[in-house]
């Protein structure tokens, strides 16, 4: 795995985002991918998006309820539009909104991880989004049993953990998870 040093010496807040910071990391990320040749498609762009604007880590079944009430509420502001219109005859067909499929949106997940946009964190099966995208790096999680808040820190002492494991053991890490869980600042 072999990872690139992106350290910092604080925490972040991974949900703490503004409705511009949201803005800023999609248009970022749409970039990224222009540049690398991956496919972003508007499926992973709005899976993005749910991450990035969740207040809370979300799961990938979370995601489908959200991905298909979009589609439903699309379909309605459709149907609304189509009230002020004057058609020629009277429409019978109604159109159903197409199912989201769980296996798109785990595909689209791993894209996502896979361009260090989000981490998923394995003890809650959730999904958050990167404080650093794009930057390969190391980070312990800090989650909150009581509030769900997650911070991200991607330290020296996470990083020397990992130099560690690879340098003085030989071990070649290929996938870390380090979530530590317990009570915030806040809920202490």
Avoid at 109 to 114: G, I, K, V, W
Avoid at 116 to 129: E, R
Avoid at 134 to 139: I, K, V, Y
């Amino acid at each position: 795995m072999s990872i690139t040093s992106s350290n910092c010496d604080h925490l972040h807040d991974v949900q703490d985002l503004t409705p511009h910071d949201v803005i800023e990391r999609l248009a970022a990320a749409k970039e990224h991918c222009r540049l690398s040749g991956a496919r972003f498609t508007p499926l992973r762009q709005q899976i993005y998006q749910l991450v990035l604007e969740s207040d809370q880590p979300v799961g990938a079944y979370d995601l489908i309820t959200q991905l298909q009430q979009m589609r439903l509420s699309d379909i309605g502001d459709s149907e609304s539009l189509k009230a002020f219109d004057v058609p020629d005859k009277p429409s019978t067909k109604k159109r159903a909104p197409k199912n989201v499929a769980p296996p798109t949106v785990y595909r689209s997940l791993e894209f996502l991880l896979s361009e260090g946009l989000i981490h998923q964190l394995t003890s809650i099966n959730a999904y958050v989004p990167c404080c650093h995208p794009r930057a390969q790096h190391t980070a312990a999680f800090l989650i909150c049993d009581q509030c769900q808040r997650v911070q991200e820190c991607s330290s020296l002492p996470v990083q020397e953990m990992m130099s560690f494991a690879e340098q003085d053991v030989g071990f070649t890490v290929e996938r870390s998870v380090i979530e530590l869980s317990g009570r915030c600042q806040v809920c202490q």
